[in-house]
């Protein structure tokens, strides 16, 4: 059922679609986005509180391209705008749209693991 | 044929390492420019013919060197020295028609826009492909002796330099054989040029049909060849030269006009581990045998030692 589901967290179809139809191959690279993302999010709070822009438009840029290679929409609005605010040194906009971005995954791993559940 | 990706996203990276594998390619990856540009410089990887990295997948915005940088330091790297052709695909967030055109400008002969079809990528790279193979036969033709379609001068000399180079890493020696076709003037100007040429031709097979099919020959200029012989010692060269000398000689040459008697002289030097020397000082060394040969009266074989390097 999860794996037809697409909603604003993930869109299940167009992420199968790019990478040729395989659910497992799909479920190892979001294994690999949520390390990726751990490494990416503490990075960007220490760029954060150094109010670095470069290092916040180049991790929002990161992360925007991984979430968009699995469809993960929100994720990649929100990454979208902190490298945004990157760009135009924004920092309440980096702010806010980190804490939106965290969010957004906590959601995801909410409902991967949903997903793990009903497929146990 | 071997794929490089250059590529800062753990999950874009491993979504296409899977994929292009998938395809029949050989991949490697890297993180930033800095990786990717010591992949392509690698010695290891540029070993072989066929082994080389042919086509680069390159991020536009990485750490260390960007997409665009890595696409000029490519193109530029092959006006200074002979390279082989990568067909370049830089992968981009961006679809403004200005940085495409900045792209392409940078030598990049594609560009992807992320996140990208996989479908559309793998087409993608059999166009690369086929650029790659139109590049492989047009250095191929670059490469060859037009009469003696053996190598070419530059290309024997470039084999020779890189020979040298992997064998000294790998503590093997290497031999040369610069070898003159005896009298071959003399036939020019009494038979004429096509005599001559004839001469050349039937010679080359000669020598070409006894060698081992790793040793490399190519026709340096007028009536000289030069044949270099991967992990051949000293002692060895020695009856490969006599072997080479006795293909040319035991048969004389059938002519328009009755037959004639060819020979050949040869002189031979060798790399050792006690001696190591570069291409220029081993040719030089064989350049100087093959004069003591002619000195002797031809149809005869002197081998000399390179100078130990200071």
């Keep these: 059922m999860f794996n037809e589901m697409t909603d604003s967290i993930i869109d299940y179809a167009s992420a199968l679609e790019r990478i040729g139809g395989d659910k497992e191959f799909l479920d190892e690279l979001l294994g690999i986005y949520q390390e990726e993302f751990d490494l990416n999010v503490d990075s960007l709070d220490q760029a954060l ?8 438009q180049e991790l929002g840029h990161n992360l925007k391209g991984s979430s968009a290679n699995l469809s993960l929409i929100q994720l990649r609005d929100q990454a979208y705008l902190i490298e945004t605010a990157g760009t135009e040194s924004d920092l309440a906009l980096a702010q806010r749209s980190t804490e939106e971005l965290k969010k957004e995954f906590q959601r995801l791993k909410e409902h991967l693991a949903e997903k793990e559940r009903a497929g146990a | 044929m071997k794929v490089l990706i250059a590529e800062d996203s753990m999950i874009s990276c491993r979504a296409l390492e899977s994929n292009i594998q998938t395809w029949g390619y050989e991949v490697i990856t890297t993180r930033n420019g800095q990786e990717a540009w010591d992949a392509l410089n ?4 540029t070993l072989t013919n066929g082994n080389k990295i042919r086509i680069a997948l390159l991020d536009w915005e990485m750490p260390k060197i960007n997409g665009i940088e890595l696409c000029q330091r490519i193109r530029s790297r092959r006006k200074v020295q002979p390279q082989d052709y990568i067909y370049i695909i830089l992968m981009t967030g961006r679809d403004n028609q200005e940085d495409i055109l900045q792209g392409l400008e940078a030598g990049a002969d594609d560009y992807m826009t992320k996140p990208f079809d996989y479908t559309e990528l793998k087409i993608r790279l059999q166009n690369g492909e086929r650029v790659i193979e139109q590049e492989k036969i047009q250095d191929q033709i670059q490469a060859t002796d037009s009469l003696t379609r053996l190598w070419n001068r530059n290309k024997i000399l470039e084999f020779l330099d890189e020979e040298i180079d992997r064998s000294s890493r790998q503590n093997q020696p290497t031999s040369v054989l610069l070898m003159d076709i005896d009298g071959l003037a003399r036939v020019n100007e009494s038979d004429g040029f096509a005599a001559g040429d004839h001469i050349l031709k039937e010679v080359s097979a000669r020598i070409h049909d006894s060698m081992r099919r790793y040793d490399k020959l190519g026709r340096l200029g007028d009536d000289e060849f030069l044949g270099v012989f991967p992990n051949c010692r000293e002692e060895h060269i020695q009856h490969i030269a006599e072997r080479l000398r006795r293909a040319v000689v035991q048969d004389a040459i059938q002519m328009e006009s009755g037959t004639r008697e060819v020979s050949l002289s040869l002189g031979g ?20 045998a093959v004069a003591k040969a002619k000195a002797q009266g031809g149809n005869t074989t002197v081998l000399l030692q390179p100078q130990r390097k200071q």
């Design chain 1, 49 to 56: 509180l150094a109010q670095d822009f470069t290092a916040i």
């Design chain 2, 42 to 45: 690698a010695k290891e990887r």
């Design chain 2, 269 to 288: 030097a060798s790399t050792s581990i006690f001696v190591s020397c570069t291409g220029p000082q081993l040719l030089s060394t064989a350049q100087e």
